[in-house]
């Protein structure tokens, strides 16, 4: 098929090269023109394992095409998929205004009768204003063409992107028409093939999916983290709890982690999208009002026990591993590490920061003499007084304690994603701080520090 995929950032650029990948031809369209030179020089912008080969391998077959030109993008395109942002607006409900301007655009184009589907994460009822305000356009242009339109969000992961989309656990398609579905199911056949793996609803339940499903995996997250807290006040460990609790199949281990606060461009946002849509339907959804405020709460939680360690972080140096919100991306939106930097630097502390791929997001966010952004893990450690983990990047997951031991001023390790075995690492010499892994190993492990 010939297809066109509008804003080629995570979602758009891992669509298009996915579905280039199994015989599409892909116009890949973005007002960004710094991206799309990149693009068309081969340089992937973002860091996503396996994207490079994807979209190179496609290019050179000459099935997927970069542009900043909308009539060249959408000529011949017969599904037009939009998947440009959706950032938070001023009162937390998601702005859709790129999704609406970015349709509006393409349809002026188009040259025969498309489905328009909208891929980003939109409030209920977007579909419906996509819908009536293209359909309006079509009217004022006498535009001999069709336009349908139909909801298929993303469910895919940073980091693991490719392997989301090309086996994923459900597409979910909310369609006004059966035409359409058909069409949608074709284009999506290669990837449903032993098992019907497609959801067709309405357009409307088909946006309400998206968010719920990050609801429920932000909900998780904090009530681990809210449990976290808890088990270090009566000295449980969170490990224990979550290799427990997540054995009974209905609960399940996956995304059960506690941590320093969830992160990234999605559920921080769509949760507050979420809760902005039901106050402004008068059905407010007290839960997640809870789970927003845990998740903030949390991601000053580093900060508070490496205060509660050291005393006043004037003049310290903290070393710190992981800048980006997750491993395997490159993405530090709403990461957790911004605010912890944020907040040593405002005590007055040395930060020497390392991340295998996010310093240049980072640096460009912060600018401050006393933030060190440096080339290796152990380089971070050079000079510092203790090492916080906030990000679990593969690297970082058996380095040498002893040498931490031997190199840090004041040992010690806070690890914000308990990767760590807190007997051998305080065997080794460090004193160990996780996440909600009991009160007593934190006594017994907190002496005093001399300056
Ligand atoms: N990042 C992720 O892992 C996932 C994101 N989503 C959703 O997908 C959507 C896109 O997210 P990302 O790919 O992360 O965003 P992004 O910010 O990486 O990329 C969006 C791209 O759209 C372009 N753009 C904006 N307005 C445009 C317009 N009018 N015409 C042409 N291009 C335009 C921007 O220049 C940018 O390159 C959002 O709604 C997000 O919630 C859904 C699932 C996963
Ligand atoms: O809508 C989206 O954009 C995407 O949002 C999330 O994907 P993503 O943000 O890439 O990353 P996750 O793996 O969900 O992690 C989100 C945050 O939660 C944190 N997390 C995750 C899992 C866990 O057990 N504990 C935990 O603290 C991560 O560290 C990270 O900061 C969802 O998992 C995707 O299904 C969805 O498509």
């Known amino acids: ?46 860091f996503e394992p396996g994207l490079d080969e994807v979209v190179r391998r496609n290019a050179t077959g000459g099935r997927l095409t970069f542009t900043t030109d909308m009539a060249r993008a959408v000529c011949d395109a017969d599904i037009i998929f939009i998947a440009v942002g959706t950032p938070p607006a001023e009162d937390g409900s998601a702005d859709v205004g790129r999704v609406l301007e970015a349709a509006m655009e393409a349809v002026r184009y188009i040259d025969r009768d498309v489905v328009l589907v909208v891929k980003s994460t939109v409030p209920v009822g977007t579909c419906d204003r996509v819908r009536d305000a293209v359909q309006a356009l079509l009217r004022t242009m006498r535009s001999p063409w069709k336009v349908t339109v139909a909801s298929n969000p993303e469910f895919l992961k940073e980091g693991s992107a490719i392997d989301d989309f090309q086996r994923p656990d459900r597409i979910v398609v909310g369609t006004y028409d059966t035409a359409s579905l058909t069409l949608l199911r074709a284009l999506y056949s290669p990837y449903n093939r032993n098992h019907d793996r497609l959801i067709a609803m309405d357009v409307r339940s088909s946006e309400f999916t998206k968010y719920a499903a990050n609801a429920m995996l932000a909900t998780r997250i904090s009530l681990m983290n809210e449990l976290a807290r808890l088990a270090e006040k009566v000295g449980a460990d969170i490990e224990e709890v979550r290799r427990g609790a997540g054995a009974d199949p209905r609960i399940g281990h996956h995304f059960l982690y506690a941590g320093v606060g969830y992160g990234g461009s999605c559920l921080p946002k769509d949760v507050s999208a979420l809760s902005r849509l039901a106050a402004d339907n008068d059905e407010p959804l007290d839960l997640l009002a809870g789970v927003q405020r845990v998740n903030e709460r949390q991601k000053h939680l580093l900060f508070e026990k490496v205060g509660k360690v050291l005393g006043d972080l004037s003049g310290r140096t903290i070393a710190v591993w992981g800048l980006a919100f997750k491993p395997n991306t490159d993405d530090i939106r709403d990461a957790p590490s911004l605010v912890l930097i944020r907040e040593l630097l405002a005590a007055g502390a040395r930060v020497r920061a390392y991340d295998p791929v996010a310093a240049p997001g980072v640096a460009a966010v912060i600018k401050d003499p006393d933030l060190a952004l440096v080339g290796s893990a152990r380089d971070a450690c050079l000079g510092a007084d203790v090492l916080v983990v906030v990000t679990e990047w593969r690297e970082f997951k058996s380095p040498d304690f002893r040498w931490l031991a031997k190199t840090l ?23 160990y701080f996780g996440v909600g892994r009991g009160e007593t190993v934190i006594e017994a492990a907190v002496v005093p520090v001399t300056a």
């Open 409 to 431: 001023n004041q040992p010690a390790i806070f690890d914000g994603r308990n990767i760590y075995d807190a007997n051998y690492v305080q065997e080794c010499g460090l004193r």
């Open 1 to 46: 098929m010939n297809l066109a995929v509008i804003g080629v950032g995570y979602v758009g650029l891992v669509t298009g090269a996915c579905l280039a990948d199994v015989g599409n031809h892909v116009s890949c369209m973005d007002r960004d023109a710094g991206k799309i030179a990149r693009l068309e020089r081969g340089d992937i912008p973002i």
